[in-house]
């Protein structure tokens, strides 16, 4: 089988990770999605605003309605930091018999070159980009042995972010329809990002 991995913080899941999953899927004809937070993110410095346990279960709300979406705990389960090559590395023994492709969208596109080890994991596996405001979604500015790893797949502008949603919620604004409904629910329900 053909499968996506969407990996993210997740902090919290949002309508942009699921169109971009979709578009992913169409595009490259994937039999599936598997969205995997990861336990602790190399490049971020904020500390989330959920838990571990809390950005799990809304990616497991978020993707029940979908027929060919699953969670994934691989990273979580790992726990740690969440080094992509560990995890490719992972999927390699875990299931040899699937073909992965990682999703990512425009900015992480542009931050291939400083991914840790990169030069093994696109030995290994190849990644689908996305474009997103702000940044450009182009293998041009990538060293030629990563960018033939790179398929970007259009994708309508979707200007959500996990950041923007979680300093709305500090402001006390709506969230609803920026995440899925059961999302939604999830963080009224827990109070989350209040503070
Ligand atoms: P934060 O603001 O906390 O960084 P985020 O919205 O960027 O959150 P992440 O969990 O960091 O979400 O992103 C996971 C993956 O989804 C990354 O590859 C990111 O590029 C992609 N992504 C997130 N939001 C969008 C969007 N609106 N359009 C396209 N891709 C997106
Ligand atoms: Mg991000």
Redesign the pocket.
């Given at each position: 089988m053909k499968i996506g991995i969407?990996?993210?913080?997740?902090?919290p899941i949002?309508i942009?990770?699921l169109i971009?999953a979709e578009r992913a899927k169409e595009g490259m004809g994937l039999d599936q999605v598997w969205f995997m937070p990861s336990n602790v993110p190399p490049h971020?410095t904020h500390s989330p605003g959920a838990s571990a346990q809390q950005r799990w279960e809304m990616v497991c709300r978020a993707v029940a309605d979908h027929p060919d979406f699953r969670p994934f705990d691989l990273e979580l389960k790992r726990g740690g930091v969440s080094y992509t090559v560990e995890t490719v590395k992972q999927l390699e023994q875990l299931h040899p018999d699937h073909q992965f492709y990682y999703?990512?969208?425009?900015?992480?596109v542009q931050f291939l070159p400083k991914w840790h080890r990169i030069e093994e994991i696109v030995e290994r596996i190849s990644f689908i980009g996305?474009?997103?405001p702000g940044f450009t979604a182009s293998t041009e500015q990538l060293s030629q042995f990563i960018a033939k790893k790179v398929t970007i797949v259009p994708?309508p502008m979707?200007?959500?972010?996990?950041?923007d949603i979680r300093e709305r919620r500090r402001r006390r604004l709506s969230v609803r329809y920026l995440v899925s409904e059961a999302v939604h629910q999830f963080i009224e329900g827990n109070g989350l990002y209040e503070t």
């Amino acid at each position: 089988m053909k499968i996506g991995i969407m990996g993210g913080t997740f902090d919290p899941i949002h309508i942009g990770h699921l169109i971009a999953a979709e578009r992913a899927k169409e595009g490259m004809g994937l039999d599936q999605v598997w969205f995997m937070p990861s336990n602790v993110p190399p490049h971020k410095t904020h500390s989330p605003g959920a838990s571990a346990q809390q950005r799990w279960e809304m990616v497991c709300r978020a993707v029940a309605d979908h027929p060919d979406f699953r969670p994934f705990d691989l990273e979580l389960k790992r726990g740690g930091v969440s080094y992509t090559v560990e995890t490719v590395k992972q999927l390699e023994q875990l299931h040899p018999d699937h073909q992965f492709y990682y999703i990512i969208g425009a900015d992480m596109v542009q931050f291939l070159p400083k991914w840790h080890r990169i030069e093994e994991i696109v030995e290994r596996i190849s990644f689908i980009g996305l474009q997103r405001p702000g940044f450009t979604a182009s293998t041009e500015q990538l060293s030629q042995f990563i960018a033939k790893k790179v398929t970007i797949v259009p994708m309508p502008m979707i200007e959500i972010s996990s950041t923007d949603i979680r300093e709305r919620r500090r402001r006390r604004l709506s969230v609803r329809y920026l995440v899925s409904e059961a999302v939604h629910q999830f963080i009224e329900g827990n109070g989350l990002y209040e503070t």
